[in-house]
T-cell receptor, first 114, second 116 residues
């Protein structure tokens, strides 16, 4: 049984600070890792994806992957109130010939305080 | 890019009837589409994987005769909830995988189904 664990929060961060979101996964064979943002009542929106160990930066977002520790994180710099949402960590197996369904964590509710 | 549409966005139906939900990739081709279900305050649960031109692969515990999936083209997959019951009320979301991508999935806006 593949599992993805996240702290449900809420995680409260002052505006302008760095928000740090964490995720662990159980399947060592996982190859693809994703962060989605979901606003209440809406579908998930892809924020970042990462496949290799290390850091990947895109604007205010940095994804970090440590396969040895089975750990993924998302850093949001200069947090804005519009960043307030639920952040879903998702893990998948990309076989090269196509994609597999993702296993999602339950999400971390992030609140950016003005 | 990578826009996925879903129709309808919201549907209310009576118990025992069937409902069809369409999922379209608008600006890319998707050999694989996925159907997820999300209950309130819960995470997304994968229901099935839909491959163009072949039978869908269902996750354990998902009834294939109840949730009929058809992936007729590289841009369209449909989910039909047959003989719907109140417990089928949920938020159904499809996603599509970019053909030449690395496995990233883009989600449609979702369909909120209420069975009365």
């Amino acid at each position: 049984q593949k599992e993805v664990e996240q702290n449900s929060g809420p995680l409260s961060v002052p505006e302008g600070a760095i928000a740090s979101l964490n995720c662990t996964y159980s399947d060592r064979g996982s190859q693809s890792f994703f962060w989605y943002r979901q606003y209440s009542g809406k579908s998930p929106e892809l924020i970042m994806f990462i496949y290799s160990n290390g850091d990947k930066e895109d604007g205010r977002f940095t994804a970090q992957l440590n396969k040895a520790s089975q750990y993924v994180s998302l850093l949001i710099r200069d947090s804005q109130p519009s960043d307030s949402a639920t952040y879903l960590c998702a893990v998948g197996m990309y076989s090269g010939g196509g994609a597999d369904g993702l296993t999602f964590g339950k999400g971390t509710h992030l609140i950016i305080q003005p | 890019g990578a826009v996925v549409s879903q129709h309808p966005s919201r549907v209310i139906c009576k118990s025992g009837t069937s409902v069809k939900i369409e999922c379209r990739s608008l600006d890319f081709q998707a050999t694989t589409m996925f159907w997820y279900r999300q209950f309130p305050k819960k995470s997304l649960m994968l229901m099935a994987t839909s491959n163009e031109g072949s039978k869908a692969t269902y996750e354990q515990g998902v009834e294939k005769d109840k949730f009929l999936i058809n992936h007729a083209s590289l841009t369209l997959s449909t989910l039909t909830v047959t003989s719907a019951h109140p417990e089928d009320s949920s938020f159904y979301i499809c996603s599509a995988s970019v053909l030449a991508g690395g496995g990233e999935q883009y989600f449609g806006p979702g369909t909120r189904l209420t069975v009365t």
